[in-house]
């Protein structure tokens, strides 16, 4: 079946560094979403894309998603506190249908 | 107020007992999933549910079963065939390839 990963699994970063975290699946998405989970919380929806290329800012975030369709990134640019919490990528099937497959999720901490 | 419920928050089972979750949503989505959730660990589909009266199973549904009679509901029940069923379960609902929706999640434990 389906699988995405995510790497890395955790990532430490001192407050005004940047962080990335790559997604990777075994087929090709018909999309792919982001999610963000604080500690203790819910996962919450932050951006989806579509097109084969395609690039969407959020303020401090840049979203990517691979030509091929099977990767995409998510990259912080002068990290917060604020940012602190768990990362997920999820992937739509080609195949039809609303399944969403979950990556393995990025873990970030942020220090002062 | 629009959203997606989930209940109990915190859930006590005793080992060989079934326990239902319960999961209710007013968005009108017409698609609902079950996740579950282990310390330090990503989501893993349990079963989703596209419309009602149909249902799909996930990558792990061994042990758990659901049922789909309305378009707001979309319980879990975890029944004592599952093994290790201590987990963090979170429930969601989307309109059709678009963003999903959790609900606050059940932490269920078997004591």
């Known amino acids: 079946g389906q699988q995405v990963m995510q790497i890395p699994q955790y990532q430490h970063v001192q407050e005004g560094e940047d962080f990335t975290t790559y997604c990777n699946s075994s087929t090709t998405l018909s999309n792919i979403q982001w999610y963000k989970q604080r500690p203790g919380g819910h996962p919450v929806f932050l951006i989806q894309l579509v097109k084969s290329g395609e690039v969407k800012k959020q303020k401090r975030l840049t979203f990517q998603f691979g030509e091929a369709k099977k990767n995409s990134s998510l990259h912080i640019t002068a990290t917060q506190t604020t940012d602190v919490g768990t990362y997920f990528c999820a992937g739509g099937n080609t195949g039809g249908g609303n399944k969403l497959t979950f990556g393995t999720g990025t873990q970030l901490k942020v220090e002062l | 107020d629009g959203g997606i419920t989930q209940s109990p928050k915190y859930l006590f089972r005793k080992e060989g007992q079934n326990v239902t979750l319960s999961c209710e949503q007013n968005l009108n989505h017409d698609a609902m999933y079950w996740y579950r959730q282990d310390p330090g660990q990503g989501l893993r589909l349990i079963y989703y549910s596209q419309i009602v009266n149909d249902f799909q199973k996930g990558d792990i549904a061994e042990g758990y079963s659901v049922s789909r009679e309305k378009k707001e509901s979309f319980p879990l029940t975890v029944t004592s065939a599952q093994k290790n069923p201590t987990a963090f379960y979170l429930c969601?609902?989307?309109?059709?390839?678009?963003?999903?929706?959790f609900g606050q999640g059940t932490r269920l434990t078997v004591v």
């Open positions: 969601a609902s989307s309109l059709h390839n678009t963003e999903a929706f």
